[in-house]
């Protein structure tokens, strides 16, 4: 997929994630996130799950991304739980097995963090719906390495771009990559008039420290 395709990728996932109401901005009227964070925007990407033409939209850009960047996959595995019916999707397209990945290993029974079957030695590609920090995601595909598998890269949905979370994924050699990202749905909330052009600062200023948002 070339930069161009990638860059219409975006918009056209981002304009999508609007029109269904997964992604809502309020720059006027912030979201209070579990964090303390507050926040001009809240996503909700499992709304993707209930419109069967933006979950193949989705799933075919994954498949898309994974057959030319890795194409050594051997497994795909979804995050617990939001990256899980993805995963799904884009392991059937490749036909390829698939995983999922709890945020921690069960406390009965075989103790499994890794559902579905993992060997030592496998490439995985990690399905992630929702970047912001980048601490579950990361973690999940450090639990990959744990277990003696190779994680080459976490695919996510849309990300906010923090670039903490651009650190964090740099730091432990594991490549990110998104369909969407926050800067596509500024542009696309702008086009479509959800938002008005004297908006766009403040939200800008938000991604670039959104803990010191409306301090």
């Known amino acids: 997929m070339s930069n ?40 909700d990407n499992r709304l993707t799950m209930a419109y069967p033409a933006i979950r193949e ?26 990256g899980i019916p993805h995963a799904a999707w884009v392991a059937q397209k490749l036909n390829l097995p698939m995983a999922y990945i709890r945020d921690k290993a069960k406390g009965h029974g075989k103790q499994n963090q890794i559902e579905g079957r993992v060997a030592p030695g496998q490439k995985v ?3 992630e719906d ?30 906010y771009q ?27 909330a702008a086009a479509a ?3 008005a052009q004297t908006d766009i600062a403040e939200l800008q200023a938000w991604r670039a420290n959104p803990q010191a948002y409306r301090k």
């Open 4 to 43: 161009a395709a990638l860059e219409q990728l975006a918009k056209d996932i981002a304009a999508s994630l609007l029109e269904i109401e997964a992604v809502a901005l309020r720059p006027n009227e912030p979201f209070t996130w579990t964090s303390g964070i507050q926040s001009p925007i809240y996503c």
């Open 125 to 127: 590609v990690v399905i």
């Open 193 to 195: 008039g959800k938002i």
């Open 162 to 188: 923090f670039q903490s979370a651009i650190d964090a994924f740099a730091e432990a050699g594991i490549p990110l990559y998104t369909l969407s990202n926050y800067t596509s749905l500024i542009e696309q």
């Open 57 to 82: 939209k989705v799933a075919e850009g994954f498949a898309t991304l994974i057959k030319q960047l890795y194409p050594e996959a051997e497994v795909i595995a979804g995050t617990s739980t939001a």
């Open 130 to 159: 929702l970047i912001s920090t980048g601490g579950s995601s990361l973690k999940a595909a450090l639990a990959v390495r744990e277990a003696g598998a190779e994680p080459l890269a976490v695919l996510a949905i849309f990300t």
